[in-house]
């Protein structure tokens, strides 16, 4: 087993779910203060667009708070894919009697079928994935998606860079990620990109984007 995956299966993932132990509600006014515009504003510039009845997929849920804002926009078709039991549990009882599935599974190897989401996504998920696998992850999540593909990742123009992660080398990186997966896919084109400037730190940057198949 590939060790930085163990580390999100157990120990680290345990710790930072612990950590990022947030209602939707306050995980809402802590991108309010990061970037001065709440998650669910950011959800609806970018999917308000899209019929509430399609299948969604969250790679990397952890506890399904992004699950659950999408919820409260009006989705009602959540599933989650996550790594790490500890979360998993978390989200099941977090979300109880919300059309919100989670399974546990890995973005490298996605156990559904070719097109069986309207919609996959991730969130902070990428930048953790080894770049010696970002390729064949992007790949699976291109194959499980009927239609559109959305992602918010860090941010950086050029190349790609690793960052230490608590104290961790080969944790976090960052990049572009949504020229990777326009490179190679030619069926993918990009409806909307923006990027979110942290308020506190000039040098820090996300980015939102929305692809359609
Ligand atoms: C930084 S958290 C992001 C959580 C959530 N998406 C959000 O935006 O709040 C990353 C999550 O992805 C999970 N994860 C990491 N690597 C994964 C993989 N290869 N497959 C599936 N889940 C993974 C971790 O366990 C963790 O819950």
Known sequence: MNSKKKEWETRFGYEYTRRNMFTPSELDQLYLDRYGVTRTGMNHEFLD??????????????IGNQLHLLHNMGFKNLYGLEINDYAIKKSIKLHYGLPIYVIKGEAIDIPFKDSFFDL????GVLIHINPNNIGKVIQEIIRCSKQYIWGFEYFQDEGYKQIKYHGQNNMLWKTDFKKLYLKNNPELKLITEKLYHYRE?????????????
Do not use: A, C, H, P
């Not at 667009?49 to 952890?62: A, H, K, P």
């Not at 730190?201 to 692809?211: P, V």
């Open 49 to 62: 667009l899209l019929d509430r009845d399609i299948v969604i997929l969250e790679i990397g849920s952890n």
């Open 120 to 123: 996959v996504y991730t969130s």
């Open 201 to 213: 730190n000039n040098y820090l940057t996300d980015q939102m984007f929305l692809l359609e198949k």
